[in-house]
């Protein structure tokens, strides 16, 4: 392992299965079972252990995008993996693309298209959001996914380049709209995500007028069922609205 | 483009868009706006133009996973793009992925999981429907899923490879999960699903067993929203139940 | 009973159990089972059996409200039980109350709000559906539900009484919402119905502008849960969406 | 007015309206704006106003069932108006009604249906329940309602009255339900609440074995819609799993 990796170390205590996700470094990571040599990770490789200084023993593992997920820094509230898996499955997302994205906020959208696609390009017009989301898509180890600060309805049309993808989580995407075309691909899709029907309504008229077809606006909604002695239901708490994703083909 | 290869043909005709999806080969296509002569495909390339012999022009576009999933030959109900994408998210697939998967039926969703991950080998009990998948799979162009005719239960101890993820859409899922642990990778997810309360708990049951941890069942339902002159709404019609989605972890 | 009552029979043949509303009269019904003379009803009583000419003896039951809606004449999609059953709790609609109804439609809502009430007044402006809602409610032996054709816009203000709930599903709600305030008695409730987003915002602001308080707008969905041989689960259909739900407080 | 009647008193202050529910009774209320003397009370009428002793005015409105939900005391999470007005529009009650109800729980049930009903019998087997329920259904003024302390299964047979309406909410449903058939009038209907899957499948076999039909289980889900200056959309919480109404008929 190389200085900087993330790695995830998993143990099991009393039956219960703890996790911590941490940087491979010159440094110490304190846990409830003692501290951890991080340095000593730089000899091992995922499958081996590693000793707390107690003699509590961890799993090195390979962390994937939902422990990502799980330990991105925010800036705000990310988009939710059910509304991500939405948009793969619904673009078809492969690892043939290249996708543009705009409103990376904490880039947790952008690191899960660059585990899939060849090239990932977001845009951010926050600096501090962009810098955070940058840290973010290191620390998952993605080089194909480069954020730059901008605004993407002033750049778009220098970008010199062509995307099978485009996806948008900004405030004015119906301004990026028009330009889209310029830049997708033929049998391409753009995709957008806005909270809001007037929102989602303003992007579709703009997609009419772009004379995109196949404009579908979609609602997923997730719901945990819970299994226990008592018995079966679907879960009493469940996750309210998060936002609307219209898919729209060149 | 060479022989054999899915191209889709595009056109517009009164303001709406029509596709067609049509093998390169020595043939011709029958629209109702004249015929195409397919092996002229064999001197195009995606985005050029194509012209049926009435003098309609169509685009010649690359097909992506949604138009497979349209135009893929079935056996059965496929699993629905909602559910694939939860799949995905939730287990973080990734390019870097092998993946096990078995009950292929159609293989819609080995064709999606093969279009990201690395490999795929896909177990199928029934001898047309594995002919079925494997065509489509190779229609699709998808030279890194392998599909097998067998019992997974059988099987799975004596494949002499791991994976990342493990994928099971079987009727009895919950006697493969037993022997998952001995092929799945530290860290990776398995995934299985299922339409009925009954089956979800025996397979959940199994998976407490096998040690398996934040084991969760999810179901995903999805809700199109309808724009139009008269107002905006939630569709009046809607997709009922599909499956439970159940994600372990090793 | 009396000549005109709708009356329910109820046989069981080969186990499934078959249902006919029949009005008492001179006449004849013909079943699969042979023919009902109607007039021996005259003589008969709820829970009383009477014989078709073939010999298949039915129960004579007393009609209920999902008896009368479902078999009603319809003049449009009426308002479906899920959505009368919360209108009638979230205004907890009871035996004292007055009613104010307005777009009877087929009469449905107006009859489940009238087998509650002491009193409704309903408002139709099309002359041929206050027609076939006057009948449905005769039918339902209902004579606390008076429909008349108007404008109820044009005559909210003369009315002369006062009401404990009023129930608006007409196009232009929003223009009878201001004259609400006039004919509610403190503490009662307004409930509009509307299937669209556009609608209820321009209702909502007139209720707002009117004063009116707690203000909520709710969807209410209904799910089957199919119990088989196979398994339990959601039922694979399900119905989409009917209506916004607006409830304001005077 | 008299003694021991809950009365509500509403003000509006800086533009927002507040209320509290009161027993008129000798006794002081303290608000915010300063204490209103109770026993004033007695003199006035529905729709009159009472000043409060720094001089903030109030009205004086009659409570409607949705108060009485809000200011009842609970020994429990009590059905919730969405699965209350399910089981009203789905048995169609009415004011002709005769109601027996088990599982009376803080009586919210048991009060929504006296409002409506002719008479209500509500079983409850846990003495202090039913001492809370009764004190509950006394403020309603509902004096329909009759609580009885003591097990349903017990005492069911020995009823010597019949019901059009049986509503049972108890963890022992399923042993009701053989005991049905012989207290409930030709036509009338039956309905049990349960949270879990397993419970509703036992009840649900218990009632195909005492031959009642048109058995449906529906689940009901309410979603309130926000509008705000920043757009619309549904709220971004959301009201979980409550229960499973199953409705049979005799």
Redo the contacts between chains.
Sequence with gaps: MKAGELV?L?TSHRGK?REFIVTVREDEFHTDFGKVDLALLLEKD??DHITAHKGQEF?I?????????NHAKRTGAPMM??D????????????NDSVLDAGTGSGILAM?LG??AKRVLSYEVRENFADVARKNVMNAGLDNVEIRCGDIVQEISSLGESF?VVTLDTQDSKDVVPHVSGIL?????MVTYS???????EI?DAMAEANF??V??????????S?SE?????????????G?ITIARA
């Design positions: 995830m998993k299965v995922f499958g799993i593992q390979r962390p994937r995008m939902p422990d990502f997920f993996p059910k991500i898996g939405l948009i793969i499955a619904y673009t078809g997302l492969n690892k899960y585990s899939i099978d691909n033929p049998g391409g899709f909270p809001f029907f007037e929102q989602t309504k579709r077809y196949d579908r606006t979609i609602e997923c909604t997730e719901r945990e069922i299994f008592r018995g079966t239901r679907p879960s009493t708490t469940r996750v309210g609205h998060t609307f």
